[in-house]
């Protein structure tokens, strides 16, 4: 039962491999059961990478299974249509589309599994790449945000400078009329003259000034660091909302590239183990030396070859030897007198109802 399966998939012709030896049947099942485990892997692999792209188990197993029997179907046909003819350049000429169609499967089906074998080294390439992402995109934010913070810090130091230069003029004003109170600078006498009176009242006036500005200058301030800390919050919200998206930057791109910053080495042989697994029915096939099997699937065809150049031939000569005949008989009718009268009557006959339907005609336009 198993060996007519595997006979089945190999696409060899079963009543010709019953009259063959138990050998023979015995390779086109093992050609079989390579064309029948290259379709199951196939399945496997593009369930996998399937599911790896639209993460849903019934989906992958679905269009897996389409893939493993599109797989199956031309495998079986490109080992059942290889015919060993003692020429290895013909052969493989014959399988040189399959064996194109194996590099291009081999890429694509080899590299989810890549991705699920270094995982744990794709992973670390993606979070260095997502730390470097974030930095940049806090950079690139804060230069929307920084100029203006950095000047609205300008006018907070300025008002605070301004502040100062004033309380500076004031105390300055204060040293003054204290000295002149005490003889130490000024006039020179001791005790509050007209002249301490005159620095008092300046110094008072600068005082007033002072307390006013700061009040004045305080409230600035404070617009100023509402307005730095509004700008503040809105940069942090900015990096809130985007680092979502640089934390979901794990997609198949994305990990494709990350095992490309891997070394290629032990990525080319899996690739390599993939390509050939995809041309094992083929190189089967291609390696399988020539056989009784072959011997008498060539005799078949030779013999309704044969007999469909035969059949082709005597139909050729049948349709001249009929145009022959044909030929001949027309010119023996040819050359008969009594046929001749008789053509010649109906044409006069003709000729004349045709000149009778011209006169009716021409008379009835009168």
């Known amino acids: 039962m198993l060996q007519r399966f595997f006979i089945f998939c190999s696409g060899a012709d079963t009543h010709i491999l019953e009259t063959c030896s138990n050998g023979e049947r015995n390779k086109y099942a093992g050609i079989g059961a390579t064309v029948f485990f290259t379709a199951i892997m196939a399945f496997i692999a593009s369930g996998y990478?399937?599911?790896?792209?639209?993460?849903?188990?019934?989906?992958a197993i679905f269009f897996g299974l389409i893939w493993g029997l599109l797989i199956f179907n031309l495998d079986r046909y490109i080992v059942s249509t290889i015919k060993k003819r003692d020429n290895f350049k013909s052969e493989l000429l014959q399988a040189a589309p399959r064996i194109v169609l194996a590099i291009i499967i081999a890429v694509v089906i080899s590299k989810p599994l890549e991705m699920k074998i270094f995982e744990k080294e794709i992973n670390q390439v993606l979070l260095e790449e997502k730390n470097v992402m974030t930095l940049n995109?806090?950079?690139?934010?804060?230069?929307?945000?920084?100029?203006?913070?950095?000047?609205?810090?300008?006018?907070?130091?300025?008002?605070?400078?301004?502040?100062?230069?004033?309380?500076?003029?004031?105390?300055?004003?204060?040293?003054?009329?204290?000295?002149?109170?005490?003889?130490?600078?000024?006039t020179g006498l001791l005790g509050k003259g007209p002249v301490y009176k005159e620095k008092r009242e300046k110094h008072d006036a600068y005082?007033?000034?002072?307390?006013?500005?700061?009040?004045?200058?305080?409230?600035?301030?404070?617009?100023?660091?509402?307005q730095i800390a509004a700008l503040e919050t809105d940069y942090n919200t900015a990096v809130t909302s985007s680092q979502p998206i640089i934390d979901g930057f794990d997609g198949l791109m994305a990990r494709i590239n990350a095992l490309g910053k891997l070394p290629w080495f032990p990525s080319f042989f899996?690739?390599?183990?993939?390509?050939?697994?995809?041309?094992?029915?083929?190189?089967?096939?291609?390696?399988?030396?020539?056989?009784?099997?072959?011997?008498k699937f060539e005799e078949q065809e030779s013999v309704v070859a044969t007999w469909v150049s035969q059949k082709v031939a005597?139909?050729?000569?049948?349709?001249?030897?009929?145009?022959?005949?044909?030929?001949?008989i027309y010119a023996d009718i040819k050359s008969e007198e009594e046929l001749y009268r008789y053509k010649k009557e109906k044409a006069e006959e003709l000729l004349r109802l045709q000149a009778d339907s011209f006169h009716n005609v021409q008379v009835k336009g009168l």
């Open 49 to 59: 990478a399937l599911y790896s792209v639209f993460d849903n188990l019934f989906t």
């Open 137 to 186: 995109n806090k950079e690139q934010l804060a230069l929307q945000y920084t100029p203006k913070i950095e000047s609205l810090n300008e006018d907070i130091a300025n008002l605070k400078n301004e502040i100062a230069t004033k309380e500076a003029e004031t105390n300055t004003l204060y040293d003054t009329y204290i000295s002149e109170a005490e003889g130490t600078a000024g």
């Open 207 to 226: 005082l007033a000034e002072l307390n006013t500005l700061k009040e004045t200058n305080a409230a600035k301030i404070e617009g100023l660091e509402a």
């Open 270 to 295: 899996i690739f390599l183990l993939f390509l050939a697994i995809e041309t094992a029915p083929i190189i089967a096939k291609l390696l399988a030396p020539k056989g009784e099997y072959d011997y």
């Open 314 to 328: 005597q139909r050729k000569l049948l349709m001249a030897t009929d145009g022959e005949i044909n030929t001949q």
